[in-house]
Nanobody, 126 residues
Framework: QVQLVESGGGSVQAGGSLRLSCEAS????????MAWFRRGPGKEREGVGG???????NYARSVEARFTISQNNAKNTLYLQMNSLKPGDTAVYYC????????????????????WGQGTQVTVSS
């Protein structure tokens, strides 16, 4: 079992930046892939992006070129650097981890993820 704890959310004005972190603990020796999801007010949960089976990040079109996902394997930590934030990015952001291969092949589909963090609020004002 993997436990996830997110940090780094907050409130910023449009055009600002935030960096989210997600630290994994527990059974981290088991092969898994990690990703970020978000749920905006009145919206369904959507994939933001994740790390695929070859360790490369991929992104939803809505955040590509603005967000950067990286990971520090030694620290079992996943990061989400968010730049040029827009009011439409306002959401609760969740970190997730899922077993190989599904979570690695489909890093933007929540179905493949079995562990979820508690979420961290990101609010972007215009």
């Amino acid at each position: 079992q993997v436990q996830l704890v997110e940090s780094g959310g907050g409130s910023v004005q449009a055009g600002g930046s935030l960096r989210l972190s997600c630290e994994a603990s527990g059974d981290t020796a088991v092969g898994y892939c990690m990703a970020w999801f978000r749920r905006g007010p009145g919206k369904e949960r959507e994939g933001v992006g994740g790390i695929d089976s070859v360790g490369q990040p991929n992104y939803a079109r809505s955040v590509e070129a603005r967000f950067t996902i990286s990971q520090n394997n030694a620290k079992n930590t996943l990061y989400l650097q968010m730049n040029s934030l827009k009011p439409g990015d306002t959401a609760v952001y969740y970190c997730a981890a899922g077993p190989r291969p599904g979570a690695c092949w489909y890093p933007q589909q929540g179905f493949y993820f079995s562990a979820w963090g508690q979420g961290t609020q990101v609010t972007v004002s215009s």
